[in-house]
């Protein structure tokens, strides 16, 4: 069974351009979240989907950050402008079943913002 | 609001010896807690769960870890460190209903020495 698909697995772009990020979550997930974690910190929940409806994005920075899951399966997350706090990985996970079954993680995607 | 605290950022041990790694949290009500453990450049991979089965939970790779409601603790171990162990190492707790949620705590590095 293939796991979480994350691309481009790094990033490089100057502040202010925007940048996407993809994410493939396993067959048959229907919750997915983006995470972000920066240096030497634990992840932190941008924001959930049950299917194709965003449930919580209370801590999405809505001013620059947007997301969307269409068709319940694939989501982007998107940048704009970048700003070079925005330097972090962003984690794509995805889960199936109630809060008891453990999220499967992407491999992320390294952004850069210079 | 829910809180992780992992004592330690860095901890190293000698291989063959005593992995101990600490994780605390702050919940009135017993959550789902969860170990992840994440190598350079890849996503978090699941070592093992809590959810209020056997307070004692056994994971992959020879880990396991004790809940202990009286403390508020669900501390990592492995008898005897291998060289593979060495990673970053990360507590997290969910919230029954909210969605599966994690919070995480700022991570522990695991070094072992030959």
């Known amino acids: 069974e293939a796991g979480v698909v994350q691309s481009p697995r790094y990033k490089i772009i100057e502040k202010k351009q925007p940048v996407a990020f993809w994410c493939n979550p396993i067959?048959?997930?229907?919750?997915l979240y983006w995470y972000r974690q920066n240096l030497g910190q634990g992840p932190e929940l941008l924001i959930r989907?049950?299917?194709?409806?965003?449930?919580?994005d209370s801590q999405l920075p809505k001013d620059r950050f947007s997301a969307e899951r269409l068709k319940g399966v694939d989501s982007t997350l998107k940048i704009q402008p970048a700003e070079l706090g925005d330097s972090a990985v962003y984690l794509c996970?995805?889960?199936?079943?109630?809060?008891?079954?453990?999220?499967?993680f992407g491999p992320g995607t390294r952004l850069t913002v210079t | 609001a829910q809180s992780v605290t992992q004592l330690g950022s860095h901890v190293s041990v000698s291989e063959g010896a005593l992995v101990l790694l600490r994780c605390n949290y702050s919940?009135?009500?017993?959550?789902?807690l969860f170990w992840y453990v994440q190598y350079p450049n890849q996503g978090l991979q699941l070592l093992l769960k809590?959810?209020?089965?056997?307070?004692l939970v056994k994971g992959i790779n020879g880990f396991e870890a004790e809940f202990k409601k009286s403390e508020t603790s669900f501390h990592l171990t492995k008898p005897s460190a291998h060289m593979s162990d060495a990673a970053e190492y990360f507590c997290?707790?969910?919230?029954?209903?909210?969605?599966?949620?994690?919070?995480f705590g700022q991570g522990t590095e695991l070094s072992v020495k030959p």
């Open positions: 996970a995805s889960r199936q079943g109630g809060s008891a079954y453990e999220q499967y």
């Open positions: 067959s048959g997930h229907n919750t």
């Open positions: 989907y049950e299917n194709e409806e965003a449930v919580d």
């Open positions: 919940s009135s009500v017993p959550p789902y």
């Open positions: 809590y959810t209020s089965a056997a307070t």
């Open positions: 997290a707790v969910s919230e029954r209903n909210q969605g599966g949620k994690l919070i």
